[in-house]
């Protein structure tokens, strides 16, 4: 290879003839430095933009993982407040189930239903083989819901129970007022109601009550429950307990021994308010009975053979 070189100030040539090696390097150098220059441009500018890509990626996942942190932490603070409010709910539920508890024995009782009966201290009683049901799907359970619902139930169920109470406690009161039976626990009918010949006089007279014999000392029972109106001596009738039994009726129980109520005092059906005696106007020991209605002597017979409710 020849190389010939032309000088511009004397304008004369020289030639230079180039061996194979010098060729060699004069070749690598004028491909070799454009190509390194511009490999050294596009990695410099590649490290460039890569440094750049990487600090903007960084800063967006900081970003992110900032709001997951805090939409995590409210997440969890609803939670907190929805279980302490389930929790109120629940012990809220658990004391009204307390007093329908206390309110079915007390129900119980009055109804005189036998022990073991119903008892509301046991879950009840189920059972029976399961059979699924076809094309239903199972469905997760919203406890909220469910809790409202339960409340509902548990309001339904007290306004029940509180009325079946109101109605046992209003017929019970009715039972214990209502005038049935006799007013002796031993002994037997000596003198009927209306017209008798006068064991004291032998005239016809009138009779406004029915007599009991027996034996002296015997209990003498309120027939219904009410009031003492009136527990002293009086004339004709010796000593006499007289009870009103509210709605017009009051109850008369003649010549006792001794008696064992004051005016007064609140008595029960079926209470022992005298002992039998033969105080007053009487020819042996036993109890004068009268019923009044509205201030006019009734037959007792019609209250003494009635069934008790």
């Known amino acids: 290879m020849k190389v010939i070189v032309v000088s511009k100030r004397h304008g004369g040539t020289r030639s230079y003839s180039l061996g194979g090696w010098a060729r060699a390097v004069l070749s690598t150098c004028l491909i070799g430095i454009p190509v390194g220059s511009a490999f050294l441009a596009w990695q410099h500018f590649s490290k460039a933009d890569q440094d750049l890509i990487n600090a903007d990626s960084a800063q967006a996942w900081q970003e992110v993982l900032s709001q997951q942190e805090e939409q995590l932490s409210q997440t969890r603070q609803d939670v907190d407040q929805k279980l302490a409010a389930m929790t109120l709910r629940v012990a809220e539920l658990q004391a009204r189930l307390v007093r329908l508890d206390a309110l079915g024995e007390r129900l119980t009782t009055m109804a005189k239903l036998d022990n073991g009966e119903f008892d509301f201290s046991r879950m009840p009683a189920l059972g029976g083989p399961e059979m699924n049901i076809e094309g239903e799907a199972v469905e997760e359970p919203d406890f909220q819901q469910m809790l409202d619902q339960l ?19 209003k017929r019970k009161l009715q039972n214990d007022v209502f005038l049935a039976g006799r007013p002796i626990k031993r002994g037997w009918m000596s003198s009927r109601f209306g017209r008798r010949t006068d064991p004291f006089s032998g005239h016809v007279a009138w009779h406004a009550g029915v007599d009991f014999a027996g034996k002296e000392g015997s209990d003498v029972v309120a027939v219904a429950s009410g009031v003492v109106t009136w527990s002293g001596e009086r004339y004709g009738y010796g000593n006499l307990v007289e009870i009103n039994h509210g709605n017009g009726f009051k109850t008369r129980y003649g010549h006792c021994k001794e008696m064992l109520v004051k005016v007064g005092d609140v008595v029960k059906k079926g209470q022992v308010v005298a002992t039998m005696g033969s105080s ?21 017979s019609t209250y003494i053979h009635r069934a008790s409710r």
């Open 280 to 300: 007053g106007r009487s020819t042996g020991p036993h109890v004068h009975f009268e019923v009044y209605k509205h201030g006019r002597a009734v037959d007792p």
């Open 151 to 169: 409340s509902l139930q548990i309001d339904d169920r007290q306004q029940q129970l509180e009325t079946l109470e109101a109605l046992m406690a």
